[in-house]
């Protein structure tokens, strides 16, 4: 069955950056996109973007644009997202979810950006 | 940007009973390749989101006959009939045809 794995809560200081990683499993990886999608404490979803694992092609919502970085590693099947020049309000749990659109989904990453 | 309007904001609910959760698009959500890409998620407290429905009204894999949805263009519904305690969360509406992909803010479903 398709999995997403991702990697555990950070506590990082305000101008730094993070790299968070989502390991698939249960499927081709380059099958899908992997796409990445931001939830502030008790609000909606917004998405961020996406990339494709096979070409390495990127669509990013223009809000995240110099904001958030994907990569893939295809030998681990596993994408990351970097986050950069962090303030309080990228605090927040980070999803990453794959499939036709957003079937499947890993269990979040939470972000608190706090000195 | 594409706006998600879901009402109503939350909904009391008896077991047993139907609720119809509506989401409304600033555009309509018709695709150039003719497919409207319009979903809808539930998130249990303390879950990450899960797909119900994809394409307006295709039940995804393992999801119950007990939800379905409808619509066209700019107007969609999610009706759940039967509800059961492990339908209570929150439900988004969300929509992957046009960039960037916006979600609605979600409605609450609780027991009554």
């Known amino acids: 069955q398709v999995q997403l794995q991702q990697s555990g809560a950070e506590l990082v200081k305000p101008g730094s950056s993070v790299k968070m990683s989502c390991k698939a499993s249960?499927?081709?990886?380059?099958?899908?996109?992997i796409y990445w999608i931001k939830q502030r404490p008790g609000q909606g979803l917004e998405w961020i973007g996406r990339?494709?694992?096979?070409?390495?092609?990127?669509n990013y919502n223009e809000k995240f644009k110099g904001k958030a970085t994907f990569t893939v590693d295809k030998s681990s099947s596993t994408a990351y997202m970097q986050l950069s020049s962090l303030t309080p309000e990228d605090t927040a749990v980070y999803y990453c979810?794959?499939?036709?659109?957003?079937?499947?989904w890993g269990q979040g990453v939470m972000v608190t950006v706090s000195s | 940007d594409v706006v998600m309007t879901q009402t109503p904001v939350s909904l009391s609910v008896s077991l047993g009973g139907q609720v119809s959760i509506s989401c409304r698009s600033s555009?309509?959500?018709?695709?150039?390749?003719?497919?409207?890409?319009l979903s809808w998620y539930l998130q249990k407290p303390g879950q990450s989101p899960q797909l119900l429905i994809y394409?307006?009204?295709n039940r995804f894999s393992g999801i119950s006959d007990r939800f379905s949805g409808s619509g066209s263009g700019t107007d969609f519904t999610l009706k759940i009939s039967r509800v059961e305690p492990d339908d209570l969360g929150v439900y988004y509406c969300?929509?992957?045809?046009?960039?960037?992909?916006?979600f609605g803010a979600g409605t609450k479903l609780e027991l009554k």
């Open positions: 979810a794959t499939g036709r659109g957003f079937d499947y």
């Open positions: 249960g499927y081709t990886f380059t099958s899908y996109y």
């Open positions: 990339i494709g694992p096979g070409s390495g092609d990127t």
């Open positions: 555009q309509s959500l018709v695709h150039n390749n003719g497919n409207t890409y």
């Open positions: 394409k307006v009204s």
């Open positions: 969300g929509q992957g045809t046009q960039y960037p992909y916006t």
